[in-house]
């Protein structure tokens, strides 16, 4: 693990909405810190625990506090969990802001469409928004007011009448409302960035690329499918430029089988987010399951994501 990690004070921690605790990270001498981006993360790590990408909600100005919010996972294995029993006076370790979904504001008006905690980094590009006097409309999708963080959104300054809540809508009402939304904005110049669970963002894709163009679509994906199944292979990896080779079971990634043989890679979410684990394939063709390769680069098939990506045909080749 080589990521830079900061000492930082959890400022404050607070529940949010059911399973989501709001934290506020701040340096531990209390000086300002650096500014963050619209759309940007910090990564965090509670003691030896693994470390996480949690996108910020800050205003441009607001620089007291890395402001982040986490939802307990139930499948967690040790972060969204050990984040939850922070307390004020905790230290954690953090990074700088990583500008991992950055918005164009030379483009027009911003279409921003959250799907449950995938509000966070939309809230951020919001109130970046308000400061520039840039126009946007968020919508913000949850199962209900209380399973929604920052429900109350349409009361911020600058927010009335730019926040609209679809909270409680039937699974099957989505696809079209999204619908409606992207029809609504026809014809007006947006951009749309959207976050949320895979299937929301499935969902989005599917209604708002026929309207604006897949060109005008941005999507962060917090979190990835399940890594591996049942029908997965195993895959034979040779390291091409160390002259090892290792068999990676079905069930198990390619960069857990690596590590546990000493072999130093970068890494950080383990989910195929980040694109930390990014490897040179030099032969055998990926099977990419990661969110963080463009469709070009999944298409070149020489770079993979060695925490989630697996191989078609069970053999590759890395540049190791
Ligand atoms: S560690 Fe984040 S993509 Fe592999």
Not at 190 to 211: E, I, N, Q, S
Request: hydrophobic share 45%; with cysteine.
């Amino acid at each position: 693990m080589t990521l830079a990690h900061l000492p930082m004070v959890v400022a404050a921690a607070r529940p949010e909405a059911a399973d989501i605790v709001a934290i506020d990270l701040a340096h531990p001498a209390g000086r300002p810190l650096p500014p963050a981006p619209a759309g940007a993360h910090i990564r965090v790590r509670v003691g030896e625990g693994p470390v996480r990408q949690y996108s910020l909600t800050n205003a441009p100005d607001d620089r007291d506090a890395y402001r982040i919010a986490v939802k307990l996972e139930p499948a967690s294995r040790g972060g969204s969990a050990a984040m939850h029993r922070l307390a004020p006076g905790d230290m954690v370790g953090a990074s700088l802001p990583v500008d991992g979904f950055p918005v164009d504001w030379t483009k027009g008006p911003l279409l921003l469409i959250a799907g449950g905690i995938g509000v966070t980094p939309l809230i951020g590009m919001a109130r970046h928004a308000v400061a520039r006097g840039h126009p946007f409309q968020l919508h913000h999708f949850a199962r209900s007011a209380c399973a929604a963080a920052f429900a109350g959104l349409a009361g911020e300054p600058g927010f009335a009448g730019r926040a609209t809540a679809h909270f409680g809508l039937d699974p099957d009402a989505v696809p079209g409302r999204l619908a409606a939304i992207f029809a609504a904005a026809r014809g007006a110049g947006v951009d749309a960035y959207v976050c949320g669970p895979t299937a929301f963002m499935d969902a989005a894709r599917a209604a708002g690329a026929p309207v604006l163009g897949a060109g005008a679509l941005h999507f962060e994906y917090f979190t990835a499918d399940a890594v591996t199944g049942d029908a997965d292979g195993d895959i034979r990896v040779r390291l091409g430029l160390s002259d090892r080779e290792f068999l990676v079971p079905a069930g198990r990634s390619i960069l857990a089988v690596l590590q546990e043989n000493g072999i130093d890679v970068d890494c950080s979410c383990l989910e195929g987010v980040c694109g930390m684990c990014a490897t040179e394939v030099l032969a055998g063709e990926p099977d990419h399951r990661d969110h963080f390769l463009s469709d070009q680069a999944r298409a070149a098939g020489d770079v993979m994501t060695i925490c989630v990506s697996r191989a078609r045909g069970g053999a590759l080749t890395l540049a190791l």
